[in-house]
């Protein structure tokens, strides 16, 4: 069964960093393509950030660009999610996911989130 396991959540002031950590079991690692997903209280969960299934290409939500890094390594078979000059605003149950594919950026199996909390 596929198991997404997930690491690096926390409390952090605005302006801070985290590294999140989602190992996978279950799968054939290297042949998916991987994403993160987050969901406030009250919101709808929304797209955050994908990676190909070697590495080579990146996608982010508007929201995130040019502060968060999506990264993987499939030796490890994990993906990462560097989070830098957090908001208050990024405050979410952050999950994991497998993705269909890159091109869908559609998920089917999810971790269990960790929590990520921004205080002002």
């Known amino acids: 069964q596929v198991q997404l396991v997930e690491s690096g959540g926390g409390l952090v002031q605005a302006g801070g960093s985290l590294r999140l950590s989602c190992a996978a079991s279950?799968?054939?690692?290297?042949?998916?393509?991987m994403g993160w997903f987050r969901q406030a209280p009250g919101k709808e969960r929304e797209f955050v950030a994908a990676i190909n299934r070697s590495g080579v290409n990146t996608y982010y939500a508007d929201s995130v660009k040019g502060r968060f890094t999506i990264s993987r390594d499939n030796a490890k078979n994990t993906v990462y999610l560097q989070m830098n000059s957090l908001k208050p605003e990024d405050t979410a149950v952050y999950f994991c996911?497998?993705?269909?594919?890159?091109?869908?950026?559609?998920?089917?199996?999810w971790g269990q989130g960790t929590q990520v909390t921004v205080s002002s």
């Open positions: 279950g799968l054939s690692f290297s042949t998916t393509a």
């Open positions: 996911a497998v993705l269909v594919s890159i091109a869908t950026m559609r998920p089917f199996h």
